[in-house]
């Protein structure tokens, strides 16, 4: 399978704590995202980080990346209940050739996720 | 307000029953894609759209049906061929200008049970 997997499936801790997140997957990739999914919600983008790229932050979420163990990290540092969700991790490995464009789609490919709980 | 909607939010379906799940942007998108997820599970891709009149199969197509006869709407049909379409259906788009990002915009999603 293509498709990268989470691990843990299920995450909780309390308020302030530090949420880590791992994601595992098969085949090279061209870049590698985080989504976020709070109960019965569409997807909502977190971060990416390109395959030449090791370690990216936005706001409290870091993101690390090690191509040589197909491997990405998502950390959320001082989490906050309002974090509660599911935290899905996304390769894009296939490209897709668009007709008549001369440009290329990127294919993601999702995994199971992780179900973070924020207790406060 | 830019965005991309999906309705109903809930959809009830009789056996051998098709069904039309609607998804609108205004993005300015080319690209469209209708996922299904199931309790637990992570996004399966069914049908993507690049261009208008033009889409694609995904892993699992069968016993659905997409149309792209305007650049802003992707609906989905799910057909009484479809033997377990009780899900939760989710849309999204993307732009080509920017494909080696890929980043997907997604809707608020359709739950679909079938009675």
């Known amino acids: 399978s293509q498709q990268g997997e989470e691990d843990p499936q299920a995450l909780s801790i309390q308020e302030g704590e530090n949420a880590t997140m791992n994601c595992s997957y098969k085949t090279s990739i061209n870049n590698l995202q985080w989504y976020r999914q709070n109960s019965g919600r569409g997807l909502v983008h977190l971060i990416l980080?390109?395959?030449?790229?090791r370690e990216k932050h936005s706001g409290r979420l870091r993101v690390t990346l090690d191509t040589s163990k197909k491997s990405s990290s998502l950390l959320i540092t001082a989490s906050r209940a309002a974090d509660t969700a599911s935290y899905f991790c996304?390769?894009?490995?296939?490209?897709?050739?668009?007709?008549?464009?001369?440009?290329?789609?990127?294919?993601?490919?999702f995994g199971r996720g992780t179900q973070l709980t924020v207790w406060p | 307000d830019g965005g991309i909607t999906q309705s109903p939010k809930y959809l009830f379906r009789k056996e051998g029953q098709n069904v039309t799940l609607s998804c609108e942007q205004n993005?300015?998108?080319?690209?469209m894609y209708w996922y299904r997820q199931d309790p637990g599970q992570g996004l399966r891709l069914i049908y993507y759209s690049q261009i208008v009149n033009d889409f694609q199969k995904g892993d699992i197509a069968e016993g659905y049906s997409v149309s792209r006869e305007k650049k802003e709407s992707f609906p989905l049909t799910v057909t009484s061929a479809q033997k377990n379409p009780t899900a939760f259906y989710l849309c999204?788009?993307?732009?080509?200008?920017?494909?080696?990002?890929?980043?997907?915009?997604f809707g608020p999603g359709t739950r679909l049970t079938v009675l």
């Open positions: 980080i390109r395959s030449n790229e």
């Open positions: 993005l300015n998108h080319d690209a």
């Open positions: 999204a788009s993307s732009t080509l200008r920017d494909t080696i990002t890929d980043t997907q915009y």
């Open positions: 996304a390769t894009v490995t296939l490209f897709l050739p668009v007709a008549d464009r001369g440009s290329t789609l990127g294919r993601l490919y």
